[in-house]
């Protein structure tokens, strides 16, 4: 356990305690985005080794010692396009609420209860 | 009262399935074995200075495709969400001339912008950056210029074109490296110059450029149907 991990575990609980608890969409949003912030750090942590730099090579980094002297570059690469695409599902979900709003002029969750059993 | 039972009882529930996999990430003192390989063969075998980048648009080049699919559907979404209201467009209310603060700063401030979005995404390969962050700088540049100009439009001409463009020269990339290089995506389709310099690791800052291009240029366009919406 090392401590970005545990920050990252703690958003992700606190996103989805917000997406559970709240009724009005924007926030639901705002939970979702969080969630997405603590599986990024969550990610990132799995690569960290302590007192590594990161993986890019110049001149203070030896090409033929590089193994010893950088961090993991895998989940680096994942969160990096992660980042991207979540910020493109964020934009795809405010439109969802852009348009429901639209339809009954509310942002209240409780009303729309169409799908509701 | 029961609702909020529940909820504690599935965060609860979360907490524990999460905990066994947050518990088991000790600090590492070594690469794995995969890692290694990348760190120890991805300088010599593909020239990018930045490990981050081989991994992204090389070794693991199909998944960077797929995002961008992604992307894209996200994308063709919203437009496809925000369209639906366009003929209602009957009264279009004026909007507020944006301050001259504002002007003067898009028109000094917009191409250094784009000048830097472009500036990442071609040295993708040599420091921390790449298609995706340029791309996403180069979308922050047309937001401020929309913000100070409310009534401008983007071309969609343009904007379809490059989209449509980048996304079809980079799958075409990846089939060349088919026949003239080892597999899909190979960069080895050009000569890998010299290492650590703009001019090398064969065909990445290509298929970074386009990423770039891409990115930009789908984010522009979410942008875009989002401010046409409001009107």
Known sequence: ?117 | MVKRFLILLVLIFFVIMLMPLVSDIQPQTELNPLAEKYVKDGPDELGSANLVTSVIVTYRGLDTLGEVAVLFIATAGVGFMLRRRKDSKLNPQKKRESSEILQTGTALLTPLIFLFGIYIFLHGHLTPGGGFQGGVVIASAVLLSLLSYPQAEVNHKILNAIKSLSGAFYILIGVLGLYLAAGFLDNRILPLGDFGHLFSAGAIPVIYSLIGLKVGSELVGILDSMQRSDS
């Open chain 1, 1 to 117: 356990m090392t401590l970005v991990s545990i920050i990252g575990f703690v958003l992700i609980i606190v996103g989805l305690w917000g997406m559970l608890t709240q009724s009005n969409i924007i926030k639901i949003i705002i939970g979702f985005s969080i969630i997405d912030t603590g599986i990024h750090l969550l990610i990132v942590s799995i690569g960290y080794i302590k007192g590594k730099t990161a993986p890019i090579i110049d001149n203070s980094i030896v090409k033929a010692d590089a193994v010893n002297q950088v961090v993991d570059p895998i989940p680096s690469a994942l969160v990096l396009t992660a980042i991207v695409i979540g910020l493109a599902v964020t934009a795809l979900m405010l439109v969802y609420a852009v348009n429901l709003y639209q339809r009954k002029q509310s942002l209240d969750i409780n009303d729309f209860e169409e799908l509701k059993w």
